[in-house]
């Protein structure tokens, strides 16, 4: 019976790994799309992240259940255990696959990362040019973006306190 899981979880594991190729691929496409503005290309990309990121969940919930079945918890130290139990003809395949889902995962969550700093960025900056439009100054803050002084009404108040 472990034969056959560990071949089928060596699959899942592929699957899944391919599934966060297309993902990236996406991510991609996001960034440019964030980067032009461009509203139409960021709700294609959008769609496609959300159809992968559930084709991704279904393969995840399948390796769930197969780890289940096999009695094993269903975290990095369960899986790493099951797979060192594994016969030494089987561990190389399954651990191999695991190893790229684990790398992907990483590459996946450093651009999950890149692309939320791109849009929070954009966030402010709209931000700032509403209130400029709006005709609210900003130069009532105690520390502009660098760090240092920035004109302020507050530092005479904090200076009288």
């Keep these: 019976m472990i034969v056959p ?8 594991a592929r ?3 391919a599934v966060l190729g297309d993902l990236q691929a996406q991510l991609e496409v996001e960034l440019v ?23 991704f969940s279904e393969l995840n919930r399948e390796r769930i259940d197969l780890l ?3 009695g094993v918890e269903a ?20 651990d191999a696959a ?9 590459v996946i969550s450093r ?6 700093q791109v849009i929070l960025r954009n966030s402010r900056n709209t931000d700032q040019l509403l209130n400029l439009l709006r005709g609210q100054n900003q130069t009532q803050t105690l520390y502009n973006a ?4 920035g004109p302020s009404a507050a530092q005479n108040r904090l200076g009288k306190a």
Excluded: I, M
């Design 98 to 106: 695991w190893q790229q889902l684990q790398q992907e995962l990483a």
């Design 33 to 55: 799309a964030l980067q032009q503005h461009d509203l139409d290309a960021l709700r294609g990309s959008t769609e496609s992240k959300q159809q992968l990121l559930a084709r």
């Design 15 to 17: 699957q899944a790994s």
């Design 146 to 149: 660098s760090g240092t002084k």
């Design 68 to 70: 289940s079945r096999l």
């Design 75 to 94: 975290n990095a130290g369960g899986v790493r255990g099951w797979l060192d139990s594994l016969p030494e003809a089987q561990r190389p395949s399954a």
């Design 5 to 12: 899981a560990a071949d089928s979880f060596a699959d899942l």
């Design 111 to 116: 651009l999950n990362l890149r692309n939320e």
